[in-house]
């Protein structure tokens, strides 16, 4: 008779395997040791099709686009509506994840939007998710974007990712006059 009884998933994942704590894909937890049934337990959730991360974590912008991440060919960062959420700026909720990639990178999800640049751009330094920098954040949302989501992304961009460019003048200061 064979023994049905299956050990707790966390004896099964052996230690540094498999990181329940970000998003993960159903192959890595297959050969991790954990089965289907375990996946579509109330343990974990389904963020895409074929990522899931712990039920324990909540799903925040960042966790998103992690996500999204794992469904890409290449290494990608966040650019655009995704980039500007995480620099916190209040632009428009879209359904898409952006991202953008510089080598031949390609994902077949329907949620993620995958643009390809020519160079690598200016992206945040020190940032747990890579994404564009608030410069080219504005210019990528800019080129797609109607001028309302590119006003409020300029207006609402935290203090520490502002840049001289963003800067509005104070109303003391004197205008500036073009040479005759």
């Known amino acids: 008779m064979p023994n049905n009884h299956r050990p707790p998933t966390a004896t099964r994942v052996a230690a540094g395997t498999l990181r329940l704590n970000l998003p993960f894909r159903r ?3 297959l050969q991790a040791g954990l089965t289907d049934d375990d996946l579509i ?24 686009v992690l996500a999204a991440m794992r469904t890409v ?5 966040a650019t655009h509506h995704t980039a ?8 428009p909720l879209t359904a898409w ?18 643009r390809r640049y020519a160079a690598l751009p200016p992206l945040v330094v020190g940032s747990a998710v890579p994404c564009t920098d608030p410069a080219q954040t504005f ?7 109607p001028s309302v989501s590119i006003t409020r992304f ?15 003048p104070s109303r003391t200061a004197k205008p500036r006059h073009m040479p005759p």
Request: with cysteine; glycine share 6%; hydrophobic share 50%.
């Open 139 to 145: 210019l990528d949302l800019a080129a797609h974007r």
């Open 84 to 91: 500007a959420t995480l620099l916190g700026a209040a632009v």
């Open 41 to 64: 337990s109330t343990r974990f959730r389904r963020l895409l099709h074929g990522i899931y991360i712990s039920a324990d974590v909540p799903v925040t912008p960042a966790i998103t």
């Open 154 to 168: 300029a207006v609402s961009v935290p203090e520490k990712f502002c840049w001289p460019v963003m800067r509005l």
């Open 27 to 29: 192959s890595d937890a």
């Open 73 to 77: 060919t290449g290494t990608s960062f």
């Open 97 to 114: 994840t952006h991202l953008g990639t510089v080598a031949g990178a390609m994902t077949v999800r329907r949620q993620i939007r995958l």
